[in-house]
């Protein structure tokens, strides 16, 4: 006798898209930048006029999208970034790829998952890709890169910045659009669309979606019979990211910041003993022996590791304030010195 199919719980709609609420689309074909609302459209041509339209509105939908670049900056430099939220693609689609499931219901591919703004995060990214795509853009790709997170990991452990660096991770984007399948289509804010909220799990109902995306990312492998076992996640995001044609073209050089990346490991393995006394370098213990394109694998998990887990534990990464505040190293100082006055 079959068992009966288990009933999956729909998602519960968070709101409608109402007066409250606008999107910011940007035409390729038409190379130009949209505003639309339930009822209208327009195009929006200065800082000002955007400023003008989201009066009455609290908050505008932008995509995560690589190709949305433009929609977002005009969004996260003409508004307070407080009132953006950043759409994601189908919700529906992901789990049910993830899990087996059929997906038969196509309204779901209205119903779009929808975070807020990390300001130390997205206006860098977002500026980023515009020093790498605009070619107007008076800003430095490399310089850009180094305010990112991205540029902060590879500061961190002495890992050279080059523009394919750069590169590449404007091309990779916001670490967050990844979850979504291959064949997963970004959703167009140029039509209106339903915002949606995991319900799969009421423990996570009122928790900060980097959480659950952070879980995704590092939370173990489902179990499946077809195999005895899976990738974990992050490695498996790895993995689609490199194996775009462009990317992996950039990927050597985005680490080794030199077009002949076997001889810079061949160079870190003759120094191994000199190297490895810096800690930073550590980070490359264990690729010494191995070849160019598992460490191009072992750095693109590294660094979304590093920035996944700042989403969501900032607080393990060095602080942005001073342990000792300037005020205290000024008072410390003064009294220092009257202990120990200064030789004739």
């Given at each position: 006798?079959?068992?009966?199919?288990?009933?999956?719980?729909?998602?519960?709609?968070?709101?409608?898209?109402?007066?409250?609420?606008?999107?910011?689309?940007?035409?390729?074909?038409?190379?130009?930048?949209?505003?639309?609302?339930e009822r209208s459209h327009t195009s929006i041509k200065s800082p000002e006029q955007l400023q003008c339209l989201a009066e009455g509105y609290s908050g505008v939908l932008v995509s995560g999208a690589t190709d949305q670049w433009p929609a977002r900056f005009a969004a996260l430099q003409g508004l307070d970034p407080d009132r953006v939220r950043i759409v994601l693609v189908p919700q529906?689609?992901?789990?049910?790829?993830?899990?087996?499931?059929?997906?038969?219901?196509?309204?779901?591919?209205?119903?779009?998952?929808?975070?807020?703004?990390?300001?130390?995060?997205?206006?860098?990214?977002?500026?980023?890709?515009?020093a790498v795509f605009c070619p107007q853009s008076p800003l430095d790709p490399v310089a850009t890169f180094s305010g990112t997170w991205m540029g902060q990991f590879h500061k961190f452990w002495d890992i050279p910045i080059t523009r394919e660096t750069a590169e590449f991770w404007a091309r990779v984007g916001d670490v967050h659009y990844w979850l979504a399948p291959p064949d997963a289509l970004p959703p167009?804010?140029?039509t209106p669309v339903e915002l949606h909220e995991e319900c799969k799990n009421p423990s996570w109902e009122q928790e900060d979606a980097n959480v659950k995306i952070l879980a995704?990312?590092?939370?173990?492998?489902?179990?499946?019979?077809?195999?005895?076992?899976?990738?974990?996640?992050?490695?498996?995001?790895?993995?689609?990211?490199?194996?775009?044609?462009?990317?992996?073209?950039?990927?050597?050089?985005?680490?080794?910041?030199?077009?002949?990346?076997?001889?810079?490991?061949?160079?870190?393995l003759e120094s191994a003993m000199q190297s490895l006394g810096d800690p930073r370098a550590w980070l490359w213990r264990g690729l010494l022996r191995t070849s160019v394109g598992e460490v191009n694998l072992a750095?693109?998990?590294?660094?979304?590791?590093?920035?996944?887990?700042?989403?969501?534990?900032?607080?393990?990464?060095?602080?942005?304030?001073?342990?000792?505040?300037?005020?205290?190293?000024?008072?410390?100082?003064?009294?220092?010195?009257?202990?120990?006055?200064?030789?004739?």
């Open positions: 006798m079959k068992r009966p199919r288990k009933v999956h719980k729909k998602c519960r709609p968070l709101a409608r898209e109402g007066r409250d609420l606008a999107r910011i689309w940007w035409d390729a074909e038409e190379n130009k930048l949209c505003w639309f609302t529906q689609t992901q789990r049910s790829r993830c899990s087996g499931e059929s997906d038969t219901d196509e309204g779901d591919q209205k119903k779009v998952f929808v975070r807020k703004v990390v300001k130390d995060y997205d206006v860098p990214l977002t500026m980023l890709q515009v167009d804010l140029s995704f990312f590092f939370g173990p492998p489902k179990k499946k019979s077809r195999l005895p076992v899976l990738k974990w996640p992050l490695g498996r995001v790895a993995a689609s990211i490199i194996a775009r044609r462009s990317q992996r073209k950039l990927l050597p050089q985005a680490w080794a910041g030199s077009p002949d990346a076997e001889a810079v490991l061949r160079q870190i750095y693109t998990e590294a660094v979304l590791a590093w920035v996944l887990a700042r989403l969501v534990h900032p607080e393990l990464f060095p602080p942005p304030i001073a342990l000792i505040d300037p005020p205290a190293v000024d008072y410390w100082r003064q009294y220092r010195d009257m202990d120990h006055p200064a030789a004739d």
